[in-house]
C-alpha cells in the first residue's frame, strides 16, 4: 500500500496516540523510534508511515509491553507483533470473524455494510452488539490500518458508519417521564479515536434514563469545572485510554471529583490501574466492562 502524501506535526501525533510530545521526543532520542524530518524552522514533521508507527508503539505499550522492549523490533517485528495482540478479538464468537466483516467496507459499499451491521443491533439490541461486535471490529480495522492493510479512508469508513448507527439508535430512546435518577457528565480529553466508544456509553447511560452532559470532541481536563457551574452532576466519565492518564491525570480528576462532591468517576477503556487506590474510581476497561460497572451504581 502507498503511503499518503500527508504531513504531520508532533502534535498530530500526540491527539492521535495519546503519548504526550515530550515523551515522543524523548523516545526519539533515546531509542530512535521515530526519525522526523524538520524544517527549515527545525520544526518536526512526520510521514503517514510514523503516524502508524507511533500508533503500533502505543497500542503495544497499552496493552503490556515495555517501550525498551518494543523499541528493539524492526519494522516487520513490530507489525507481527500488533497482528498477534490484536487477535485476541477474532475468537470471541467463531461465528463472528471482523476480517470478512470489513470486506463490504474495503469496497465501500455502505447499504451492504449497513445491512450487515444492523442485523446485528436487530438480533442482539445495540447494549449487546456493540461490545460483541461492534468493537471488535472497529478495533481490527484500526489495526488493519496501523499496519498497512486499509487505507486511512476504509478505517474511516467504518467508523462513520458505526457512528451513525449509534446516533440512529440512540435518538430512537424514549425517554421515561419520570424524574431521571442520576446525572452524569462526561469528557474525553485526548483519543479521537475513543469517540465511537464514547457515543455507545452516552447511549447505555441514557438507555437506563439517566441524564447526560454529552459534548462530543475532546476538551481539556479544567472544563469538568466550567460544566458544573453550569449544570451540576453526579458522576464523571473520563475517557482513560492513553498510556500515560494514569500518570498525568488520574489525581487531577479525582481532587476535581471530591471537591464537587461527586459519587463516583468512572474511568474507562484504560488499561492501567491507578498506582493509588481511591473508593471514587471505577475502572471499566472495554464496553462490556462498562455496562457491566453502570449496573452496579445506585
Do not use: C
Amino acid at each position: 500500500m502507498e503511503e499518503g502524501t500527508n504531513i504531520f506535526s508532533i502534535k498530530d501525533l500526540e491527539n492521535f496516540s495519546g503519548i504526550k510530545a515530550h515523551t515522543i521526543r524523548i523516545w526519539e532520542k533515546r531509542y530512535r523510534i521515530l526519525e522526523p524530518d524538520r524544517t527549515e524552522s527545525n520544526i518536526r514533521t512526520y510521514s503517514e508511515s510514523e503516524l502508524k508507527k507511533i500508533l503500533n508503539v502505543a497500542y503495544l505499550n497499552r496493552n503490556g509491553l515495555k517501550i525498551s522492549k518494543i523499541a528493539v523490533l524492526n519494522e516487520d517485528e513490530l507489525t507481527q507483533q500488533v497482528i498477534d495482540v490484536s487477535s485476541k478479538y477474532d475468537n470471541l464468537d467463531k461465528s463472528f470473524q471482523p476480517g470478512k466483516m470489513l470486506m463490504s467496507a474495503i469496497r465501500f459499499n455502505e447499504d451492504l455494510f449497513k445491512e450487515n451491521l444492523s442485523n446485528f443491533t436487530k438480533s442482539n439490541g445495540l447494549e449487546q452488539a456493540y461490545p460483541k461486535y461492534f468493537y471488535p471490529l472497529l478495533e481490527k480495522a484500526r489495526i488493519l490500518w496501523q499496519t498497512g492493510s486499509l487505507s486511512r479512508a476504509q478505517e474511516q469508513f467504518v467508523r462513520t458508519t458505526i457512528r451513525q448507527i449509534i446516533i440512529l439508535e440512540d435518538n430512537l430512546i424514549k425517554l421515561p417521564s419520570k424524574r431521571h435518577r442520576s446525572v452524569f457528565a462526561m469528557i474525553n480529553t485526548s483519543d479521537a479515536f475513543a469517540e465511537n466508544n464514547f457515543l455507545f456509553y452516552k447511549y447505555v447511560l441514557k438507555n437506563r434514563g439517566h441524564d447526560v452532559i454529552f459534548t462530543g470532541g475532546i476538551l481539556p481536563a479544567s472544563e469538568v469545572i466550567e460544566i458544573h457551574k453550569i449544570k451540576s452532576f453526579d458522576y464523571l466519565v473520563v475517557n482513560a485510554s492513553t498510556f500515560d492518564f494514569v500518570e498525568r491525570m488520574s489525581e487531577y480528576f479525582i481532587n476535581v471529583s471530591r471537591s464537587l462532591m461527586l459519587k463516583k468517576i468512572v474511568f474507562t477503556d484504560s488499561a492501567e490501574e491507578p498506582v493509588k487506590k481511591d473508593d471514587l474510581i471505577i475502572i471499566a476497561k472495554d464496553p462490556a466492562d462498562f455496562i457491566k460497572s453502570v449496573e452496579k451504581l445506585k
